[in-house]
């Protein structure tokens, strides 16, 4: 890992060649505000016009991240659940890729009783839109699925029936609730015996509240970066990543130019090839890009 803040890439091999660029959006390409600072959405934009490709790679879901990729100009594809929903919003005739996992799978394991006394809630995600198991009635709790998870009102929202009768299309992403922090590890040893073919990760609300995100074990933004990669014929030799969380680890540690953010977890900086001079609140994007392209 390298704090190169000066890191450019010759001018004449940036003429000839296209590069791939992807962008986590929580903690990297947005402030603490939400927003994208102009320096970066400038920056950006020129970069499109030159020929790169720049994609944005978040947790959050399409509904969340569509606004942005608009903002930025963007015209190729766009990440979200942390890779188990790949869509290009700028070609209609492109099929998402969906990377969801059976929602007979998602039936068994709340079933089990270790699991469902542990929980507070869940949240699943599919194509029919957002299920919650409980209803909402604290302030703080509506705060948590409306705002933290992105939904508009409650009328977006569907409860799942005791017998999960309703729930009928393959899962993108479950988010569990935890009532204690320090059944985490139970939970994941629970949920692991019953199959070992999910992705599963935790981490922390700004309540404090702790969250377990289920998805398949194919869905990651490493994977995502691959296989645009692929789609596009640009090398990973010729792929810039940014992130600032755990969940940004593999696409940082499979890109050649991988930044961790100022910012950024232990685990991210751990995986990046180098760290950003300024966080997310200082243009550490943009102003990185800018140097790198010499923009």
């Known amino acids: 890992m390298q704090n190169k803040n000066h890191l450019t890439l010759d001018i004449n091999t940036l003429n000839k060649s296209r590069y791939l660029i992807m962008l986590d959006l929580d903690g990297t390409l947005l402030n603490s505000k939400e927003k994208i600072d102009s320096l970066t959405v400038k920056t950006i934009r020129k970069i499109v016009s030159l020929g790169h490709v720049v994609v944005i790679a978040t947790g959050r879901p399409r509904r969340a991240s569509i606004a942005y990729y608009n903002q930025l100009g963007l015209n190729s594809f766009l990440v979200n659940y942390n890779g188990s929903f790949i869509s290009n919003p700028s070609n209609s005739k492109y099929q998402p890729l969906n990377l969801s996992f059976s929602y007979e799978l998602a039936k068994n394991i709340f079933k089990n009783k270790k699991i469902r006394s542990s929980i ?5 995600e599919n194509n029919e839109g957002v299920f919650v198991s409980n209803k909402i009635f604290s302030t703080r709790d509506k705060y948590t699925l409306f705002d933290h998870f992105h939904i508009n009102s409650e009328k977006e929202v569907k409860f799942i029936k005791p017998d999960w009768s309703n729930i009928k299309s393959d899962i993108h992403s479950i988010l569990i609730q935890v009532n204690n922090s320090q059944n985490i590890d139970d939970i994941t040893y629970e949920i692991k015996s019953l199959s070992n073919t999910l992705m599963i990760r935790s981490w922390s609300l700004p309540s404090n509240e702790t969250i377990i995100e289920i998805n398949s074990i194919f869905s990651s933004k490493g ?9 596009y014929g640009i ?3 010729k792929c810039i990543t940014f992130g600032d969380g755990d969940n940004d680890a593999e696409m940082l540690r499979s890109a050649l130019f991988s930044f961790a953010m100022k910012n950024g977890s232990t685990t991210c900086k751990l995986s990046a090839k180098y760290l950003t001079e300024f966080t997310n609140n200082e243009s550490g994007v943009g102003k990185t890009l800018k140097k790198i392209f010499h923009i």
């Open 223 to 231: 994977m995502a970066l691959k296989y645009i990669s692929a789609y």
């Open 235 to 237: 090398p990973l030799e």
């Open 120 to 124: 507070n809630n869940i949240i699943i």
